[in-house]
Nanobody, 122 residues
Framework: VQLQASGGGLVQAGGSLKLSCQVS????????MAWHRQAPGKQRERVAY???????DYADSVKGRFTISRDGAKGTVYLNMDRLTPEDTGVYYC?????????????????WGQGTQVTVSS
């Protein structure tokens, strides 16, 4: 199982970006999916979370600007980011709980993607 993140780039303040992260490999179920970010010199923080039932949660710093969604059929999680500010700059990582077979534990195994760089210029 692998998670492949994409969609990062350079954008001006006030602009928008959409990140995608797709689960690949052999699996039977994807549980929670989330996006985290790590700014230079700072600890990694979770910015958005979506459960298997599409319940969502956001960091206070991104509420009202970021939207997380998922497509179960594609095994993909998205992060729509609007009204970006330079403080949103960082490497964005996706992670997910993935169950590889019905004989494996129901909670699955947590996997991380490789990260995609988001840079917001002022």
């Amino acid at each position: 199982v692998q998670l492949q993140a994409s969609g990062g780039g350079l954008v001006q303040a006030g602009g928008s970006l959409k990140l995608s992260c797709q689960v690949s490999g052999t699996y039977v179920y994807v549980g929670m999916m989330a996006w985290h970010r790590q700014a230079p010199g700072k600890q990694r923080e979770r910015v958005a979370y979506i459960s298997s039932t599409h319940s969502t949660d956001y960091a206070d710093s991104v509420k009202g600007r970021f939207t997380i969604s998922r497509d179960g059929a594609k095994g993909t999680v998205y992060l729509n980011m609007d009204r970006l500010t330079p403080e949103d700059t960082g490497v964005y990582y996706c992670n997910a709980d993935v169950r590889r077979s019905w004989s494996s534990r129901p909670s699955g195994t947590n996997y991380w993607g490789q990260g995609t760089q988001v840079t917001v210029s002022s």
